[in-house]
């Protein structure tokens, strides 16, 4: 929400993660969701995606808020374990960073 071009990163920072990412941590990525990104991160994205190695760019899905966009996303995920704002249908407890970190590693955060 309020992402502008002002926000993003340089380019330097932007080529250098790309590298780490895709060079560094080779299929570690399974899929990226990109849900209800701006306008404006369509520029960003078409700056930055002739950069990508192919396999990669084609594990970037972009989705926004409609029935496509939700069928795409229930593909992968459990709707209800979602965020509204990922196409989720719950609405879920809010983050507690507390609690995250005092939680054992086993422990998933939304278990009751």
């Known amino acids: 929400k309020d992402w502008t071009m002002k926000k993003a990163a340089n380019m330097a920072v932007t080529k250098e993660t790309i590298h780490i990412l895709q060079d560094c941590y080779v299929e570690r990525m399974k899929r990226v969701f990109m849900t209800n990104t701006p306008l404006i991160f369509r520029t960003f994205w078409a700056m930055v995606k002739p950069w990508l190695d192919p396999v990669t760019r084609n594990k970037i899905v972009f989705c926004g808020s409609g029935k496509k966009s939700r ?10 374990v979602l965020e509204k704002c990922a196409c989720g249908t719950e609405d879920l407890k809010d983050f507690d960073p507390e609690e995250y970190f005092s939680s054992p590693f086993d422990t998933v955060f939304d278990e009751k």
């Open 71 to 80: 069928d795409i996303m229930e593909e992968e995920f459990d709707l209800k």
